[in-house]
């Protein structure tokens, strides 16, 4: 079936502009998480919704990051006034189940570069 | 406080050979599960195994296995036999129970294994 999708797969942005990230989970699947991956680090933790509540956003940066998923499916990543330490992969997961423990499925991520 | 280290790096091995990547973690919680994934040069994170604290059993799949040592805090991965197509970057990581609504996986940095003909 299919995976998660990610759009775009990258992303040059002026300092200064904003940038909406998009993500379309696995069908049905009840959680979504989004993640930071800087070059040659692990995925940082930015935010999880089960369904359509943003239960957690502890690991956004700054108030310039935000993150919706207004109906339980897709979402979308956004990031106002971009800086240059932006600049990342910005991966995107699912999970079946609310539950803790069960794998997340990951989508093949957005490359943001910020000139 | 929970953190995952993976202490290798990079590793460097000729086809064929077995290599056993590295997870040590810690955790206050006796309920957690731990996982492994793998990031090829796609970059997309391809789940491979989970298991949860309670369940010690080593397990096998075709020339993967996993090591689980609670007594350790350890959970390392093996390639048995290993091909150029396990290159790859391997990240282990952990989850907790009771972590309110804190869905997150703790990451470590990841080891780069490069497997050369």
């Known amino acids: 079936g299919a995976g998660v999708s990610q759009s775009p797969r990258y992303k040059v942005a002026k300092r200064g502009q904003d940038v909406a990230l998009r993500c379309d989970p696995i069908?049905?699947?009840?959680?979504l998480f989004w993640y930071q991956q800087a070059l040659g680090q692990g995925p940082e933790f930015l935010t999880y919704f089960q369904n359509e509540a943003q239960l957690d956003k502890s690991g956004l940066p700054s108030d310039r990051f935000f993150a919706e998923r207004p109906e339980g499916s897709v979402s979308t990543l956004k990031i106002q006034r971009t800086q240059q330490e932006d600049s990342a992969v910005y991966l995107c997961?699912?999970?079946?189940?609310?539950?803790?423990?069960?794998?997340?499925?990951f989508g093949p991520g957005t490359r943001l570069t910020v000139t | 406080a929970q953190k995952v280290t993976q202490a290798q790096t990079e590793i460097s091995v000729v086809e064929k050979e077995d290599v056993t990547l590295d997870c040590v973690y810690e955790t206050r919680d006796t309920t957690y599960y731990l996982f492994w994934y793998k990031q090829p040069p796609s970059g997309e994170l391809v789940f491979l195994i989970r298991?949860?604290?309670?369940d010690e059993q080593n397990e096998i799949s075709g020339r993967y296995s996993w090591n689980f040592q609670k007594s350790t805090s350890s959970f390392n991965f093996t390639i048995t036999a290993s091909q150029v197509v396990d290159s790859a970057v391997y990240f282990c990581a952990l989850s907790e129970l009771y972590s309110g609504n804190n869905r997150k996986l703790i990451w470590g940095l990841g080891t780069s294994l490069a497997v050369n003909p």
């Open positions: 069908s049905g699947h009840v959680s």
């Open positions: 298991r949860n604290s309670f």
């Open positions: 997961a699912s999970s079946l189940v609310g539950q803790v423990g069960y794998e997340q499925y």
